[in-house]
């Protein structure tokens, strides 16, 4: 007998957690989360009414990948008393410990030996896991076993499945039936990346937790993608201006320097454009993606092999500190140098973007990119709303306080998202070789998980939006 309760990501994209408590006697409980995420957007914790962690803490804690809001309240664990493993794959535990020390030190605490303090506690649990082996985490529940799979998101992302027993209660006696499998998909990635392994579907779930993040959505064929890609490159330098484009620090930043390396390859046009990435976290944890090359796609270890370096430094200019990070923004806005800046946030909700959306949007040589999704009530949002309205004059945002003016180019290209589209969470389900008792859809926006709904319930599939 189990269970599933929802403590974040069930009305939007963020907070994700999802409780698994698997029964197995009158008395014994097994409790685990599956995440253990944040809330990107500080407006949102509000609306799930689960800005802490939940009540009593699990045995053990499934991380499915390293994305703030799916590990961003682990240190709020830790101080509730959380003393359990961490499980994950070897290269999401790697990235881990680098995500969670930038949080600490933008949203909690600037003294160093609190946050090594917390970062070596951090360590001691993580507990790296290979993808496509099973194994059995809890040693007094050892008819349990997990097994890890790639998801094709960001690097090291999976999604997990958990076997165990089901007992069912008849005739007042508790049997043990078949084994039952639970699945928790993630967050999906989409097919044929720059770096990242296409992700393949369970071949069996009794329930299945499923991400819908694109539902009724499509993103376009990744030669659609890199055609609609250059001709935003090629605009903004014939315009003479800049392009700005919001990247996850993690994750998309990677998958771009590795995109516009594989295009300044193939088109001469884009000989001198500079690949500016701004952003210290995202510098690291592009270094890390360098050593990680074992959770690369296998096409992208070949096109290193054949010499292609598209994540080493001396493909993009650097942007350390804060000075220069201020001086870079001045001097693009000033002079509109064929420049391609990558800096975070994704949704522009904080970070360097921030100052370039500020200084460069109302000119009209800039252009900017928006890579994927923007959740609603973020700044993203508010520019790709304000950038569609026909009059001049009501194309304004409020950033930094200040009432701006958008005449820059807004182009919005989805098929570079880090998610699987409508078609691919459908195809998530297609190995499936039984019919699930239930598919609880989460990690999206109502009109997403009703459209995906709707495709899975014509499938056959009894498919479920948690309330
Ligand atoms: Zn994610």
């Not at 685990?32 to 407006?43: A, E, H, L, N, Q």
Request: some cysteine; charged content about 25%.
């Amino acid at each position: 007998m189990y269970q599933i309760s929802h403590h974040g990501a069930v009305h939007g994209v963020d907070g994700s957690l999802h409780e698994l408590t698997w029964r197995l006697e009158k008395q014994e409980i097994h409790r685990f989360w599956i995440d253990c995420g944040g809330w990107v957007r500080k407006s949102a914790s509000g609306s799930e009414n689960e800005p802490n962690v939940p009540q009593p803490l699990p045995e053990a804690i499934f991380v499915t990948h390293a994305h703030f809001d799916h590990i961003g309240r682990v240190p709020q664990a830790l101080v509730a008393g959380f003393k359990g493993q961490i499980y994950a794959s070897k290269a999401t535990c790697e990235l881990i410990p680098a995500l969670i020390e930038e949080n600490l030190r933008l949203e909690w605490t600037r003294n160093r030996r609190l946050i090594t303090k917390v970062l070596k506690l951090v360590e001691t649990l993580l507990r790296p896991v290979s993808q496509k082996q099973w194994f059995r985490p809890i040693d007094d529940f050892p008819e349990l076993r997990v097994r890890f799979h790639p998801a094709g998101h960001i690097l090291g992302s999976s999604w997990i499945e958990f076997e165990g027993p089901c007992i069912r209660k008849s005739n007042g006696k508790y049997l043990p039936t078949a084994q039952e499998n639970v699945v928790f998909s993630g967050d999906l990635g989409r097919s044929q990346t720059a770096l990242l392994p296409a992700p393949s579907g369970p071949v069996k779930a009794d329930l299945l937790v499923l991400e819908s993040t694109y539902g009724g959505k499509s993103h376009p064929s990744p030669g659609q993608r890199k055609k609609e890609l250059l001709k935003t490159l090629v605009h903004a330098l014939e315009n003479e201006g800049s392009i700005l484009v919001p990247a996850f620090s993690l994750g998309r930043a990677q998958e771009m320097l590795a995109e516009l390396d594989q295009l300044k390859r193939s088109d001469r046009r884009l000989k001198d454009l500079e690949i500016i990435l701004d952003s210290p976290i995202a510098l690291k944890l592009t270094e890390l993606h360098r050593k990680l090359q074992y959770a690369w796609s296998e096409e992208a270890r070949k096109r290193w092999q054949s010499g292609a370096r598209p994540l080493d430094p001396e493909n993009f200019t650097p942007i350390e500190s804060h000075q220069d990070h201020l001086r870079t923004v001045r001097y693009l806005a000033q002079t509109g140098r064929p420049a391609l800046v990558l800096a975070s946030s994704g949704m522009c909700e904080g970070g360097r973007i921030v100052n370039y959306l500020e200084k460069m949007l109302p000119d009209p040589r800039h252009d900017l990119v928006f890579l994927g999704y923007q959740a609603k009530g973020t700044l993203g949002a508010a520019i790709q709303n304000a950038s569609k309205k026909k009059s001049v004059r009501s194309r304004r945002v409020i950033i930094n306080k200040k009432n701006i003016e958008i005449r820059a180019q807004v182009t919005t290209i989805s098929g570079y998202s880090a998610h699987a589209d409508h078609q691919g969470l459908i195809k998530f389900t297609e190995k499936l070789q039984n019919l699930p008792r239930e598919i609880r859809l989460v990690h999206g926006d109502q009109r997403a998980k009703n459209a995906l709904r709707r495709s899975l319930k014509d499938k056959g599939f009894r498919a479920f939006c948690p309330k």
